[in-house]
């Protein structure tokens, strides 16, 4: 009032707020009203801003009171005179102060509910953010909707995802918004800020990187200040496996509810990072197991010995970090000979054979082959057996199993690295053993007309046994289910291969565990959500391992897939009901739920068989059929041995 529309949003600055009271900067806090006259008035009008603002009649007087909490001023509340100079009285200025105790109280419950809904919204954002995390399949899912997320969400304009190579020297870019930070980018150790925050393992505010000597610059620097986050990506062991940052805008910069957005986030990326490889790892195993029974099945249909030994040889080598592999065999029952030769290998390697014969009994292959019992060497120039010219061409690592068929040294399998020594993973040498068991008994076939589905049977319980030998907690489980499975499925009335694919389902029922990582599978304790989510992945990663197998019966495959399946649909993967789960699946899982029950774990006793019928029977019509166990538990006698 008395004013021009134009002071309605004309600001100034708080320096020349303080000109205009005149009593200083203490006072001002202190919430002291000051009356100023019309000289002053004129006189602070002259030199400041104020003075293009025009008012109706000229200022008498003003009264001016701060608005202060706790010596913080929100703002300052002012009353004009154009009458007199006189115009305020103590009753005015009494008037004044209550009026601005309410202006006091309306814009500290603006500013409650202003931080309300900060906080509001910075959790709807963490939600979405997590939400983003546990759905992503892969990591280029994640980082892709992660840093759009971000991006939008802190108002950043650029942000990165570094990964921590194993040697902890390098910080690789793996996604980016910056032009000038491409996927693969290398940052060294110590170069940069992005590295304090995976040192300290904590988040990093550095308000303007053009004045900080710590940031490490890309591309051309940009006008004004320009503030930079980074935050260390820690995975569910406390590992720090890499580092995101973010930078702002020019003028911008972060306030606290971006900073903890941003710290969360990187919580929630590291702990999915984290899935995501323990997923690819699982996926990489099941490749792996899958590559196994395909090299299985082409060993049955093959009749060359050469043709058995190279395939398996190449199958091994993509499974294992070995370069190259031999298949050995005897020669007048006293030479070795190298029949087939795979992989990268010096030039010379081949002739050594000539020039220099290996026999049985020499060196690390000859030892293995002859005593019947593989070997294994990290550094053969380590051996104390080791021949001198493979010595010299380089042979580094060694791995050998021999191969002995009808009682009598056949030859060897051997795979190796030239250079530099391997560090194989311990299933690599379970692998070649079990493939050379398994060549043994193609060779067997070939001499004696080993039958297929014999070969088959001792293929898919061998996949049985090698669960077992992960997972102590089911030793034995297999075979029994077997044997139990091929029981109930006659008494249901199947007869011929139907018998034959429920008990090969049997054997293969927890492949997919083979993929499942060993923290997880041998884990003591209850497993968290994630952890969870991978583990049932089993059954259908069991699937896909089996179906690439042309032979293999559909109702094999149902119980590897269907067999967590519940008669009320609570199961998993499809989450089936009643008769929309295949039999075989529903039979095997009565079977799979009364072994469990009956047999001792490291966990529990096992349950006496009056125990084990009551369990099966308040089971039945939630979790089983209720027909099959109706008709399992006619067969008693599983019951009374237990």
Known sequence: MGHTPELINFSVSFETELRWYGQGEAAMRQGT??????????????????????????????????????????????????????????????????????ILGFLETERREQRLRGRLDLLERIVEINRIARRARSQGQLYLETLTALRRYI????????????????????????????????????????????????AVHIHDIYKDPRVFHFGERRRGPVALLAAPLIDGSGEVVGVISANSRPHQGFGEGELAFFEASAEAIGMATERLKALGEATRRAEAYRKLIVLSTEIEVLENPDEIAE?????????????????????????????????????????????????????????????????????YRDYPGALEPFVEIGTRSILVEP????????????????????????????????????????????????????????????????????????????????????????????????????????????????????????????????????????????????????????????????????????????????????????????????DALANERPYKKSWAPREVARELRELSGRHLDPVIVDRFLQLKRPLRRG
């Open 155 to 202: 108002g950043s304009s650029h942000v990165t995802v570094f990964l921590l190579e194993e040697d902890g020297q390098v910080l690789r870019v793996v996604a980016s918004t910056t032009p000038d930070l491409t996927a693969g980018m290398r940052i060294p150790r110590d170069r940069g800020a992005s590295w304090i925050a995976v040192e300290e393992r904590r």
């Open 403 to 594: 191969l002995w068929v009808k009682g009598v040294p056949y030859g060897g399998l051997a795979v190796l690295t030239f250079g530099q020594p391997a560090a194989p993973p311990a299933e690599a040498r379970y692998l070649v053993q079990l493939t050379a068991r398994r060549i043994e008994r193609a060779f067997e076939r070939i001499g004696h007309l080993t039958t297929l589905k014999e070969a088959r049977e001792a293929m898919f319980r061998a996949f049985g046994v090698a669960l077992e030998r992960r997972d102590y907690e089911t030793r034995g489980h297999t075979e029994r289910v077997a044997q139990l499975s091929t029981r109930l499925a006659r008494a249901l009335g199947l007869r011929g291969g139907e018998l034959e694919a429920v008990r090969w389902g049997a054997y293969l029922h927890d492949s997919g565990k083979l993929a499942i990582p060993d923290r997880i599978l041998l884990k003591e304790g209850p497993l968290d959500e994630d952890e969870w989510a991978l583990m049932r992945e089993h059954t259908e990663i069991g699937f896909q391992m089996l179906e690439p197998i042309p032979f293999l019966p559909e109702s094999t495959r149902n119980i590897v897939r269907f067999h967590h399946e519940r008669w009320d649909g609570s199961g998993y993967p499809r989450g089936l009901a009643g008769t929309e789960i295949p039999l075989e699946a529903r039979l095997f899982a009565v079977v799979d739920v009364f």
């Open 33 to 102: 009203p000051r009356i100023i006259t019309r000289r002053t008035i004129e006189a602070i009008n002259s030199e400041t801003e104020i003075a293009s603002l025009n008012s109706e009649r000229t200022l008498q007087a003003n009264l001016l009171i701060p608005i202060v909490r706790k010596g913080e001023v929100y703002g300052t509340f002012n009353l004009d005179s154009v009458r007199s100079e006189n115009a305020f009285t103590i009753e005015s200025i009494e008037a004044g102060r209550l009026f601005a105790e309410e």
């Open 311 to 379: 395939r398996a040889l190449r199958t091994i080598l993509e499974l294992t970090p070995f370069e190259a592999g031999v298949f050995y065999t005897l020669r007048d029952g006293k030479r070795l000979e190298p029949d087939v030769l795979v992989g990268d290998y010096p030039s010379r390697f081949p002739r050594i054979y000539e020039d220099h014969p290996v026999h049985l009994g020499e060196g690390l292959v000859g030892s293995a082959i002859a005593g019947r019992k593989g070997g294994a060497v990290h550094d």
